[in-house]
């Protein structure tokens, strides 16, 4: 088995230190951070995001050096800017003002032709993406089929947004349904290159996309570099959680690419099916059960976890992160993942203040 590499970009929201509420200060923010880091920190559709992605590599330790590093110089760039850098899916605390959009062409086009995808008071959403490579397009649609069915798995372990709008919103991942809204937002269909180049054209000149980057499937091939983009997960503050499913992404490729190359045809799961098990993941997380992804039948989301390491076992011993996935998976069974984490804070205290401190310190501890 060939050992792919991997990379995360990761979105943050910048909060007031006081209301703890989003605020738009990310053009201070990353002027003062692309200093040290360059393209490495970015802005995103909101004033009040930042991004960061790291460089690709091989291993989780250098991985999580990297993204440590990143959150890091960005955290630094906010407190001086007076605000907090906060990695949960949604906005804890609302804005009594309307968030603003970034200030460049794409994004301005963006909030005129798609004003009913997004919502300038709680439309802010920060995910998570995971990219394996080096892989050329044909190869990456080829693969994409293949993790289709095991992406709502992916997507319950990482949910961390419970709260929009000030209030629990019932779901483990509120940014799933959130993003929910944009054009292509959701699973990926098969596809082969040319089906995929003929569709994507037809979205983009009919006017449904801007262009190729708003391609939001689960999974989808990268327009600017040589990677399968998985783009499923809510941005989670506590990093052990992104280096989890960062290796769990890159595991599960290795496997799946055996199949791949062997041309076994991809698992033929409906897409009703397929919507109902990403339904389940983003309400109910890790607290509830979800659908096996080859049979289709109700089983615990904890034990569906636990088959996706089966699965992904022999892409994780080839990539020597089997014991590490294993400890850092046993952690979150005992804890729970961002979603819990963020409840059990309100429940102890019953302050949402006191949820964005918490996953503000957890962010910086990185």
């Known amino acids: 088995m060939e050992i ?146 095991w992406l709502p798995v992916l997507q319950s372990l990482a949910g961390n947004s419970p709260f929009s709008r000030g209030r629990d919103s019932g779901f483990a991942s509120r940014r799933s349904v959130e993003f929910g809204r944009w054009p292509t937002a959701g699973p990926a269909p098969v596809l082969d290159e040319d089906r995929y180049l003929a569709l994507v054209t037809d979205l983009v000149g009919g006017g449904t996309l801007l262009d190729r980057k708003m391609i939001y499937w689960h999974a989808r091939p990268s327009e600017h570099v040589p990677t399968l983009e998985v783009r499923i997960a809510d941005v989670n503050a506590d990093l052990d959680m992104v280096v989890l499913l960062a290796a769990l992404v890159r595991g599960l490729a290795v496997t799946l690419l055996d199949d791949v190359d062997a041309d076994v045809p991809p698992p033929d799961v409906p897409l009703g099916r397929l919507l109902a098990a990403h339904a389940h993941a983003a309400s109910l997380g890790m607290s509830g059960e979800g659908f096996d992804p080859e049979s289709g039948e109700p089983r615990p ?50 302050r949402l203040s006191d949820v964005v401190d918490a996953l503000a310190a957890v962010t910086a501890a990185a």
């Open 301 to 350: 989301a904890r034990d569906l976890v636990e088959r996706l390491l089966l699965r992904a076992a022999p892409g994780l011993e080839t990539a020597g992160d089997a014991a590490l996935v294993d400890g850092l998976w046993r952690t979150v069974r005992r804890g729970g993942n961002g979603a819990v984490r963020q409840r059990a804070i309100h429940e102890r205290h019953g």
């Open 4 to 149: 792919l590499t991997m990379g995360v970009e990761e979105e943050f929201m910048l909060v007031d230190p006081v209301s703890r509420a989003p605020v738009d200060r990310a053009p201070t923010v990353i002027g003062s951070a692309a200093a040290e880091l360059g393209g490495q920190v970015q802005a995103e559709f909101f004033n009040a995001q930042v991004e960061v992605c790291t460089q690709p590599t091989v291993s989780c330790r250098d991985l999580r050096g990297e993204l440590a590093r990143l959150r890091g110089t960005v955290g630094a760039a906010a407190a001086a800017a007076d605000c907090l850098l906060v990695a949960s899916g949604t906005p804890v605390v609302p804005r009594e003002e309307p968030l603003t959009v970034t200030d460049t062409a794409r994004y301005r086009h963006m909030a005129r032709a798609y004003a009913t995808s997004f919502n300038r008071y709680d439309g802010l959403v920060c995910g998570c993406h995971v990219h394996v490579g080096t892989l050329d397009r044909a190869r990456a649609l080829k693969l994409a089929n293949h993790m289709r069915p």
